[in-house]
């Protein structure tokens, strides 16, 4: 984060809210201790994030004092583009990848800090630490700067930005462990809870709000929790028992699947990872 701060001249941290980027906020705070981080906190806020995510987000940045800068796609907006109402590609590419597009435009920042991790989606273990992105924000996986030892390259010429992942070489269960280890609050959500559920397509969706259409009946209280957040009628919960942080940790042992098998975005062929990426996704 210190490299960013040195060679870059306007960069951000895209805050999602999530455990990964939790964990770089804490890290961001640290490494520039006792002054606040010296760039901004990005949230692209699709309108469908769950009511405890955005609860937790205005807390934590009113307790930590620092900057938030918060984007949503309008144009998206105005044409009813949502979870609900469209293919999740199509709301995935214009209020997460748009969006997110749209705002480091807007801002022009030139390095842009995320939480992704290589054990989460084939694609994302292609990614360097320092990964560079066009002047139209696209990606290229052949085409990233070598990084030997800790040496990184992050000019750029107009227009062109960096992607930076601090995080790349962690696993899921690093990130719980550090969570545990520096005693970080995360969004309740991770946390095993009875909550009312849908079954769809074989996923349980949580009804957060009287958006999702459900039918009489369907609706089930479940214990529950998330190993991912999202847009709440894309992101599966998971049957857990899972209180504490330790019993997340617990269970992370002995799990055989990426916490992204509950993205229902990232299921069919046509939207991989690795195809948003390249058209600009995180």
Request: aromatic share 10%; glycine share 4%.
């Amino acid at each position: 984060m210190r490299e960013v701060v040195a060679q870059a001249a306007n960069p951000v941290l895209l805050y999602s809210i999530g455990k990964d980027s939790t964990v770089m906020m804490h890290l961001a705070r640290k490494a520039f201790f006792p002054t606040p981080p010296p760039f901004p906190f990005l949230h692209i806020a699709t309108t469908w994030d769950f009511r405890d995510m955005i609860a937790y987000r205005d807390l934590l940045v009113q307790a930590l004092g620092v900057e938030l800068r918060v984007h949503t796609n309008a144009e998206g907006l105005e044409r009813g583009i949502s979870p609900i109402a469209s293919d999740p590609g199509v709301h995935a590419r214009v209020m997460i990848t748009e969006a997110l597009k749209q705002a480091l435009d807007q801002w022009t920042f030139d390095a842009a800090f995320g939480g992704g991790r290589r054990d989460e989606e084939k694609s994302r273990a292609k990614e360097r630490v320092f990964s560079f992105r066009s002047a139209q924000h696209a990606w290229d996986p052949r085409n990233q700067r070598p990084e030997l030892w800790n040496l990184y390259n992050a000019r750029v010429a107009a227009g062109e930005s960096m992607r930076v992942f601090p995080l790349s070489n962690w696993t899921e269960l690093d990130v719980w462990s550090y969570i545990a280890a520096e005693d970080i609050p995360v969004v309740p959500l991770y946390f095993a809870s009875d909550r009312p559920v849908v079954a769809r397509d074989g996923a349980l969706i949580l009804v957060d709000d009287d958006r999702l259409p459900v039918a009489a009946g369907e609706v089930r209280l479940r214990r529950v929790r998330f190993r991912t957040l999202g847009c709440y009628p894309l992101t599966a919960a998971i049957e857990s028992a899972a209180e504490t942080v330790d019993d997340i940790i617990a269970e992370m042992r002995a799990a055989t699947t990426s916490e992204r098998h509950g993205r229902l975005i990232d299921h069919d062929e046509a939207a991989s990872m690795e195809i948003k990426k390249r058209e600009g996704y995180f």
